[in-house]
């Protein structure tokens, strides 16, 4: 714990895991000659995976381009996830892509929210829309910033002059953990 953002388990394994979730990004444009390879790749991590899965995000930014054969493997990905109970949902998908999949009638199953602009909002949807106890590294932050103001925080501030960034860290006195915050 400790770590901003959404990270490589197999990087940082002291990350924390949303219930439930499984955030998963491939580095290339779906085409014909990978679209079997990202399909058995999403089935094998959602296997790997310790508790139950009940959405997949695929951070899609580097997914440039998806062609027709593409299109119709992830149909059937789609299709076997609803049977299984699993939501496929995007991040960060390119405008020509979303287009794409919606020309493709990938989408027309009725999937509620399958696009988010950025892998935080979809994370956020995420834990709008399925009812888990969760408090993202975002929430955290902020909930730190404002307890600084009662009398029970004391902040320790580390302030470098002549335009060097300032860096304050609040520490709790019941030994929670404090929250990084840069000016």
Known sequence: DGLRGYHDRARHPE????????????????????AHFFTE??????????APVKCLI????????????????????VDDLDSRGIELRFAELKGTVHDRLDRYQVFDRGTPNHSARTIGEAVKQYLTD???EWLDWEDRCAAHRQERSTPRQ???????????RKRE?????DNTRGCARRR
Do not use: K, M, W
């Not at 790749?41 to 310790?50: F, G, L, N, T, Y």
């Not at 004391?154 to 060097?164: E, N, P, Q, V």
């Open 169 to 173: 860290r609040f520490v709790s006195t």
């Open 15 to 34: 990350g924390r895991i949303v219930p439930g979730l499984l955030l998963y990004r491939f580095d290339a444009p779906l085409f014909f000659a990978n």
């Open 130 to 132: 399925f009812p888990i």
């Open 41 to 50: 790749d999403v089935q094998r991590r959602i296997a790997a995976q310790s």
């Open 58 to 77: 695929i951070t899609a930014e580097p997914i440039t381009d998806i062609d027709t054969t593409a299109a119709d493997v992830l149909n059937e990905l």
């Open 154 to 164: 004391r902040c320790h501030a580390l302030s470098y002059r002549a335009g060097r």
